[in-house]
């Protein structure tokens, strides 16, 4: 039996690799979605892609101390009940 040199075995590993990606990411190719003028995605605005379920919201900020004394500010912002 004949043993095989490392270098062939790397080459073997990194050729099975490629070929699983290729054949992995061959069905992967979808039709892409059609454009929509009626959707906005921008910093601070947001519509188009569902219909809003709340009206209102509330926004409570807080701070929360950790080990070493920092505080840290955070802020949940959240549906206001119906």
């Given at each position: 039996?004949r ?56 926004r ?23």
């Amino acid at each position: 039996m004949r043993r095989e040199s490392v270098s062939s075995r790397i080459k073997y590993r990194i050729l099975y690799s490629i070929s699983l990606a290729v054949i992995l990411f061959s069905g992967c190719q979808g039709k892409a979605p059609e454009k929509n003028s009626n959707l906005i995605s921008e910093l601070g605005r947001y519509s188009g892609y569902s219909k809003p379920v709340y009206s209102e919201w509330v926004r409570t900020s807080q701070y929360i101390e950790v080990r070493d004394g920092t505080k840290l500010a955070f802020d949940i912002i959240r549906p206001a009940e119906i």
